[in-house]
């Protein structure tokens, strides 16, 4: 049985950061890619970043140069390391592996 358990979040001021982990069992972890997306109150889930099984990014241009995803294959866990957190980034942060396979989220909330 896959699980996918995010943590990490939290509540943070504008211009604070926050390191969210997925970790994955049951899975063969290293074969799959990994994403990171966000739902924010009213709105659909949006990609922030994807991670392939190589370790090479993408990031949403919202992301990109605040966010870092990264992965450890020995750990079967991905990262999401978040700098410079606006109110427009508040929201629950989900982790997935496009194979139908979702965590039950965390969230953040960035707010003065």
């Known amino acids: 049985q896959v699980q996918l358990v995010e943590s990490g979040g939290g509540s943070v001021q504008p211009g604070g950061s926050l390191r969210l982990t997925c970790v994955a069992s049951g899975t063969n972890f290293r074969n799959d890619a990994m994403g990171w997306h966000r739902q924010s109150a009213g709105k659909e889930r949006e990609l922030v970043a994807v991670i392939t099984t190589n370790g090479a990014p993408t990031y949403t241009d919202s992301a990109q140069g605040r966010f870092t995803i990264s992965r450890d294959d020995a750990k079967n866990t991905v990262y999401l390391e978040m700098s410079n957190l606006t109110p427009e980034d508040t929201g629950i942060y989900y982790c997935?592996?496009?194979?139908?396979?979702w965590g039950q989220g965390t969230q953040v909330s960035v707010s003065s």
């Open positions: 997935t592996n496009y194979k139908g396979h």
